[in-house]
């Protein structure tokens, strides 16, 4: 890997603030972090040096900056990667010590972890294992030939990692997804809950630095197993390398989930193209189904990823996911299947989007049951798990009643949009089934918002004018006056007036909006009008 590469993933957001071209074509040996004014010491050719400044001091900074800049020089640095956070930027100072001296100075943005450099070097240093001569690996030969004769054979993550380790003992090792999935662990590994693993992955190894924060790996060994980096690295490129082989077999399997779900976003679709859209993605016939629908806000790839992560700690349950023409994410997630759920393995936690979840996925509350019921409980326990693995994003997500046949698809994805649109209204990001939709609040809370506003006006008539303080004291008698039932005498007691002056704004309020409040169904429509507001 040359220091040039770096520049060129979008991942990293790395900026060149100096280098000529001799210079970021020279090849990576290695990274080593450090914050010492002279570092030389423990500098090897040809590696690359991060830094967060430190070291730095303003008051002697041409000094100070030279000096740091000649040990990375005297060592052969390749290049050094200085950090933004501590001084909100590199000095100028620095800059200008770096072109003296001959060496490379590119910028680490405060949103890029060291973390994240070094894995991206060491897994793409190492690169794939059939490609570069033995000398530069630490795992055995035999080993290499083995791990890349059972990546060829497309093999289980399970068996793919037990063969990695067997040679150090086969000491407890694990696959992580990004929320604590198990996708993969030793014999000798305990099943991990999905919350404990998630608390493992601060000091676990990425996989691929490149995936998404939801389609991220991570190589885990409890702390008290002693393995070198070097080899954990290469063990990570393998699964780098399997994960991309699953991708893959993904987005082959994309093309028949993107027709069933534009079958289902069709009003009216003739029940012979719809039962072969299920077929041709693996999904039963018969019901009940479930359809979710998905908005992060991010780009559509990270959207899919968060979307199927989250699915794969449904057991049993069987789901296609696809981007819809009017904007977010779908699925349509079919009935437990028995024959699934007993024999899912870690193998269904790799698989594509058709694949049962993991048996060994450590949802919260176990396996979730056959019932509809059962899939939103294990979904809205596993959700704030998403929202931690992105605190940039929000994950809002609306999930439909049962369907029971594929001609209530359409109905049940229209029930997960307008679920959608009210768990945007919510205060946190969060996962709202049309069946929690049980007040009148609720249900217009899944109202577009100029529908809302649109029928706010026209409910209220001239006291949607909120500039007006008498219409806003008139719509505070109302919705007093509403909220006590139509009581007179305690909407009074609750304003601190005379009945007689309630009695009065009441009467305007039933002349300016033409309602009559005596009556039920005119309570209801302006008590809707104001929560409308």
Request: proline letters at 6%; a negative charge.
């Amino acid at each position: 890997m040359h220091v040039e590469d770096l520049l060129r993933l979008e991942s990293l957001d790395l900026t060149l603030l100096w280098g000529e071209p001799p210079l970021l074509a020279r090849e990576i040996s290695g990274v080593t972090a450090t914050d010492l004014e002279e570092p030389g010491r423990f500098l090897q050719p040809g590696e690359i040096v991060l830094s967060g400044l430190v070291w730095w001091s303003a008051a002697d900074e041409e000094a100070t900056a030279d000096r740091f800049v000649a040990a990375l020089r005297g060592a052969g640095a390749a290049a050094l990667l200085a950090g933004e956070e501590t001084h909100g930027r590199v000095p100028e100072a620095l800059v200008d010590a770096c072109r003296r001296h001959g060496i490379a100075l590119l910028s680490v943005p405060v949103h890029t972890s060291f973390r994240a450099i070094t894995d991206t070097v060491y897994l793409r240093q190492w690169g794939d294992l059939s490609r570069r001569p033995a000398a530069s690996y630490a795992l055995p030969e035999s080993v290499r030939g083995e791990l890349s004769r059972l990546l060829a054979e497309g093999t289980d993550p399970a068996t793919l990692l037990t063969r990695a380790v067997a040679h150090l003992g086969t000491p407890p090792c694990y696959v992580l997804s990004a929320t604590g999935r198990t996708i993969a662990r030793t014999p000798t590994a305990r099943a991990l809950p999905a919350a404990e693993a998630s608390r493992q992955l601060a000091s676990a190894l990425r996989v691929d630095p490149e995936a998404s924060p939801y389609g991220q790996w991570f190589l885990h060994l409890p702390g008290a197993v002693e393995v070198p980096p070097r080899i954990l690295h290469e063990i990570a490129e393998v699964f780098a390398q399997y994960r991309q082989g699953a991708l893959r077999r993904e987005a082959v399997a994309q093309a028949p989930a993107r027709e069933l779900l534009a079958l289902i976003e069709a009003e009216r679709s003739a029940a012979a193209p719809l039962a072969a859209a299920l077929r041709a993605c693996g999904l039963p016939e018969r019901g009940p189904y479930t359809v979710m629908v998905m908005a992060t806000g991010a780009e559509e790839s990270t959207e899919a990823d968060a979307l199927r992560e989250v699915l794969r700690h449904l057991a049993g349950h069987r789901f296609v996911t696809a981007r819809l023409a009017g904007g977010g994410t779908a699925a349509v997630i079919a009935g437990a299947d028995a024959g699934v759920a007993a024999g899912a393995d870690a193998r269904g936690a790799a698989a594509g989007d058709t694949g049962a979840g993991a048996a060994d996925s450590g949802s919260p509350g176990g396996s979730p049951g056959g019932s509809p019921g059962g899939v939103v409980a294990a979904l809205k326990g596993l959700w704030p798990s998403l929202r931690a693995c992105d605190q940039a994003t929000l994950p809002y997500g609306g999930i439909s009643a049962p369907a029971a046949t594929p001609a209530d698809l359409n109905g049940a994805l229209v029930q997960a949009r307008y679920a959608l649109t009210a768990a945007r209204r919510a205060e946190d990001p969060n996962l709202t089934a049309v069946d929690d939709l049980t007040t009148l609040e609720a249900l217009l809370s899944g109202l577009p918002a100029d529908v809302r506003t649109a029928f706010g006006i026209h409910a209220l008539g001239p006291l949607a004018d909120g500039s007006n303080p008498s219409h806003r004291m008139l719509l505070e008698t109302l919705d007093t006056f509403l909220t006590h039932n139509g009581s007179w005498a305690r909407t009074a007691e609750a304003l601190h007036l005379h009945v007689n002056t309630v009695h009065y704004r009441i009467g305007r309020v039933e002349l300016l909006t033409g309602r009559d409040l005596a009556r039920l169904d005119h309570k209801l429509d302006l008590k809707a009008a104001l929560l409308c507001r």
